[in-house]
């Protein structure tokens, strides 16, 4: 069994930055790619950014060059840095991680973190 758990969140203000960090454990062997997606009030989950384990990333428009995601610690952690942050960027964060190549639709995903808030404020 894989438990994901984030932390990270948090306030953070018009155009600042806030790094999500997201660790693995148990039987992590069998975790593919990994990825964060969020989900604001009222709105669906969606897809923010994933990571191969060789290091192969993937972003949604809204956040392309302004979040960098990243996997270390022998693949069991993933970050997302957030820079430039927006308004639009307030949503629930969740990491999740697939046993497939590909973790970017929702249900290729196969492991979800319990979330983490962030909400960017003036």
């Known amino acids: 069994q894989v438990q994901l758990v984030e932390s990270g969140g948090g306030l953070v203000q018009i155009g600042g930055s806030l790094s999500l960090s997201c660790v693995a454990s148990?039987?992590?062997?069998?975790?593919?790619?990994m990825g964060w997606y969020r989900q604001a009030a009222g709105k669906q989950r969606e897809s923010v950014a994933s990571?191969?384990?060789?290091?192969?990333?993937n972003y949604s428009e809204p956040v392309k060059g302004r979040f960098t995601i990243s996997r270390h610690n022998g693949q069991t952690t993933v970050t997302l840095q957030m820079n430039s942050l927006k308004p639009e960027d307030t949503a629930v964060y969740y990491c999740?991680?697939?046993?497939?190549?590909?973790?970017?639709?929702?249900?290729?995903?196969?492991?979800w973190g319990q979330g983490t808030h962030v909400t960017v404020s003036s």
């Open positions: 990571i191969t384990p060789d290091g192969i990333t």
């Open positions: 148990g039987n992590t062997g069998m975790i593919n790619t």
């Open positions: 999740g991680a697939s046993l497939l190549r590909s973790a970017w639709a929702l249900s290729d995903v196969h492991l």
